[in-house]
């Protein structure tokens, strides 16, 4: 009872959608590292990202796709 499948024997079956967008993000006046993943299938809230470390603002959201971003990488301390 398979009738409603197609045989596509030369194409990937491309089942996983790619929704989601990885990227890295570096703030350019600490250099703290960030990864950043974008939701395209969901409406986000509006708003700005300011870096945790320092309020370097990073991204500002229109809200038209949600946008986690999260700290990966503590910038060392070598100013102080
Ligand atoms: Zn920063």
């Known amino acids: 009872m398979d009738v409603t499948t197609p045989r596509l024997a030369n194409r990937r079956p491309l089942t996983h959608i790619r929704k989601m967008k990885k990227s890295d993000v570096t ?3 600490c250099h703290a ?5 974008e939701l395209a299938s ?7 990202f300011r870096c945790l470390l ?3 603002v990073l991204e500002v959201f229109d809200g ?3 946008v986690a971003i999260r700290l990966t ?3 060392e301390k ?3």
């Not at 590292?33 to 993943?37: A, M, V």
Request: hydrophobic letters at 10%; one cysteine or more.
């Open 78 to 80: 070598t100013f102080e």
């Open 42 to 48: 969901r409406p986000g809230t509006k708003g700005e």
């Open 27 to 29: 703030c350019p006046k």
């Open 33 to 37: 590292g960030y990864r950043r993943i």
């Open 54 to 56: 320092c309020d370097q």
């Open 73 to 75: 990488v503590q910038p």
């Open 64 to 66: 038209s796709t949600e």
